[in-house]
């Protein structure tokens, strides 16, 4: 894991003063890089019969479409407001400063379905368990959220309580 910690970027004061950003660009560029984290993302969830992995936009679009391939599953996109083309279920969550919301197709999602949720950094966790809700609202069962980085001095997981969390790095 050391490995792929290596092939992370971390930038100082991105996007603004403060936030050391984990850029995951130069993991995926990195044939090896991506094939071991995508490989080590498919191995946790093999006997789990997923049906459905969500992606969160944007930097989780990167891994859940491949994690899904990989898991012989569907995905499902969440998308930020005003993206998706047609009736949507929202929600929103907050922000360090005021709010956001997150859209799903309304049918997406098929009551009984086994959804995983994949993004690349769990942070504090407000996204993904907005995207959770989202998920438990459209009547799927979450078997679980994944993300490739896990920011664990901010808690996230604290923030999701009673679900699965695996995350492939901490930090
Ligand atoms: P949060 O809702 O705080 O868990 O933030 C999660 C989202 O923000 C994830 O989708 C990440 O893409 C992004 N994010 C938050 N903090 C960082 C960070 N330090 N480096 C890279 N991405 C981050």
Redesign the pocket.
């Known amino acids: 894991m050391n490995e792929l910690k290596a092939m992370i970027r971390e930038?100082p004061d991105?996007p603004k003063p403060g936030?050391?950003?984990?850029?995951?660009t130069t993991l995926l560029k990195n044939p090896s890089g991506l094939k071991k984290t995508l490989d080590a993302l498919k191995e946790r969830y093999k006997g789990s019969q997923i049906d459905t992995v969500v992606g969160?936009e944007?930097?989780?679009f990167f891994f859940a479409p491949a994690v899904a391939y990989a898991l012989g599953a569907g995905f499902v996109p969440v998308r930020k407001p005003g993206k998706l083309p047609y009736r949507t279920k929202q929600m929103e969550?907050e922000?360090e400063y005021g709010t956001d919301r997150l859209e799903i197709h309304e049918d997406a999602i098929q009551p009984g379905q086994r959804v995983l949720i994949v993004?690349?950094?769990?942070?504090?966790?407000?996204?993904?368990?907005?995207v959770a809700e989202l998920v438990g609202q459209s009547g799927g069962r979450l078997e679980g959220l994944s993300?490739v980085?896990e920011?664990d001095f901010?808690k996230?997981r604290e923030?999701l309580p009673g679900h699965d969390i695996f995350s492939l790095l901490h930090y």
């Open positions: 930038v991105f936030i050391n950003f984990y850029d995951i969160i944007a930097r989780g969550y922000l993004d690349d950094v769990l942070a504090t966790g407000g996204t993904a368990r907005a993300f980085i920011l901010l996230g923030r």
